[in-house]
């Protein structure tokens, strides 16, 4: 444990109060791990309208103030509301600081293609420095996430230079996605309220006419950081860097890839509140069990001989999953198999799996939404999890599966190839099943692959015992981050 420090967490998302997906599980793991260690931590994120629908109770900290962001005045106040399961040694929850703005965040999604996008993430980072300020609460780091926060850096060294609270303020920006980097038309520098910083933003971009959030992040912040070792290599290269390659190779020596950890309260089978039967290590048989209630619950024929595929995601090209629709319809007709799928996002995969759905409606289970309790039980339900992403940052659901003892079926890309271990049938090593090439041919001979071991019961024991041992918890993970802050104070102190 290192000495405790001042930290700012600044993200759009944060579990359970707000999430689309796993950035979500992470600002709230984090925060909470560092919470518990005796750091002094401030989560910050946005009061969205589903949030004060949701009843959460809150309370004010500190008065009401008014930000003006391009000639626009915005009113904004904190409010308090405590992290479940956040108890500290003292026991006092985690504070999470929800920036009530209503211009900014009474909206019916968290994001949106409002014309005014740029603002409200603007005025989200102008707010927890206003905060900061008006509490006198200089961070000694500052870890932005995502490109929503791309601008905390940039405000930080370059405009807000002249207070002194933020001397010692020291940046961390984290890449959870490439593939999303607010991207705006150049003239937006004026309606964010940052003409006078014009001169910050890549330059050659802005005289292309677009500014680029994540970017901006990227270039100013004293350190980056992304959610796996692969995907920290991976981005510097033509193929995953999404256009930003160069610009991350050029900050090699202060990039760092920290796999996620897994929040072990909220994903262990043997206390899952939403599962219908607890299970561990031990003693499968819950989950047996449990496989029986989701077939149930999904209205598919009982008692499979082959194994259930699971899928929990938000629906996107990241995940891979246009690779199905060629091997799945002849896949799951020729064998004695389920497929439950959870998820929503773009119109057509969502209509593609619907689609199966009524094509093979005893086999092919779909809910298309955000259910949180249903997840959990396809973790503890399914029995291989499919991730055939075409990049993966990091990947949480393969996280949770090695620990429901259901054996994950990835592509082996970012934080996929670094948490699963590729199963060797002569040694019988292995955590899960992984291929290499993104075609559907290789997809295919994995599942395959995957339906021979399952017939070898005790093959498939050790498996699903190798991976339930794995330990990804973030007591681990939360070290190599104290580390890193260490580092990055250490390194700017001289
Ligand atoms: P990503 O952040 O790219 O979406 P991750 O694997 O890191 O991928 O995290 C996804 C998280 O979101 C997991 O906690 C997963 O259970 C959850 N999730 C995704 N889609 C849904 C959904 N439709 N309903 C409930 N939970 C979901
Ligand atoms: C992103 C990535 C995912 C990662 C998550 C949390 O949404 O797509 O791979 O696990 O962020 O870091």
């Known amino acids: 444990m290192t000495a405790p420090l001042r930290i700012a967490i600044a993200a759009a998302e ?13 600002t709230a793991a984090l925060g909470r791990a560092l919470w518990q260690r005796g750091h002094d931590v401030r989560v910050f994120l946005p009061y969205y309208r589903r949030i004060a629908e949701s009843g959460l109770a809150t309370e ?13 005045e ?10 479940p399961n956040s108890k500290n040694a003292s026991g006092f929850p985690l504070l999470v600081d929800l920036i009530d703005a209503p211009e900014l965040f009474d909206r019916e999604e968290l994001y949106t293609e409002d014309p005014d996008e740029s603002v409200r993430w603007t005025g989200f980072c102008r707010a927890i420095i206003e905060a900061c300020q008006r509490q006198e609460w200089g961070p000694d780091i500052v870890h932005a996430n995502d490109w929503h926060t791309g601008l905390l850096p940039m405000l930080l060294r370059r405009a807000f230079t002249w207070d ?5 303020t020291r940046t961390l920006f984290s890449i959870h996605n490439l593939g999303y980097q607010g991207v705006f038309p150049a003239d937006e520098v004026e309606r964010m309220g940052l003409g006078e910083v014009r001169g910050q933003f890549h330059q050659e971009r802005l005289s292309a006419g677009t500014v680029n959030l994540l970017e901006t992040g990227l270039i100013h ?14 981005i510097q290269t033509e193929e995953h860097g999404m256009g930003l390659e160069r610009v991350l190779a050029a900050r090699e020596d202060h990039l760092v890839g920290i796999v996620n950890g897994v929040d072990y309260d909220e994903w262990c089978p043997s206390i899952d509140p939403h599962i219908p039967v607890n299970y561990g290590p031990g003693d499968l048989s819950g989950k047996r069990a449990c496989r029986d209630r989701l077939l149930d619950e999904m209205n598919l024929a009982p008692d499979p001989t082959g ?49 199966l759905r009524d094509s093979l409606p005893h086999k092919v289970g ?64 292995g955590t899960g099943f992984c291929f290499y090439e993104m075609t559907s041919e290789a997809l295919h001979d ?42 990055i104070l250490a390194e700017h102190l001289g």
């Open 14 to 26: 944060c579990a359970p109060f707000a999430k689309t997906g796993g950035l979500a599980d992470v």
């Open 60 to 72: 004010p900290n500190g008065e009401a103030f008014t930000l003006e962001i391009g000639g626009r």
């Open 74 to 83: 915005i009113r904004a106040r904190l409010l308090h509301a405590a992290l």
């Open 164 to 168: 002194r609270l933020f001397e010692g």
């Open 221 to 234: 912040s004293h350190w980056l950081s992304t959610v796996s070792e692969t995907y920290a290599r991976e």
């Open 307 to 355: 194994p259930v595929f699971g899928i929990v995601s938000r629906m996107t090209g990241q995940k891979g999953f246009d690779l199905l629709p060629d091997i799945l319809p002849v896949f799951l007709q020729s064998d004695d198999v389920r497929l439950v799928v959870l998820g929503s996002g773009d119109p057509d995969s969502e209509r593609y799996f619907q689609w």
């Open 366 to 429: 779909v809910y298309l939404g955000y259910k949180n309790d249903l997840a959990h039980r396809i973790e503890a339900g399914a029995d291989i999890f499919l991730m055939p992403s075409r990049y993966e940052p990091c990947g949480l659901n393969q996280m949770y599966s090695l620990r429901y003892g259901t054996v994950p079926l990835v592509r082996a890309t970012g934080g996929l190839a670094d948490t699963v271990e590729r199963w060797d049938p002569e040694r019988r090593e």
């Open 446 to 487: 994995t599942m395959r692959h995957a339906l021979e071991v399952w017939k070898d019961r005790e093959a498939w024991s050790i498996l699903q015992a190798r991976g339930m041992a794995r330990d990804f918890s973030w007591d681990v993970q939360v070290q190599a981050y104290e580390d890193l802050y260490a580092a």
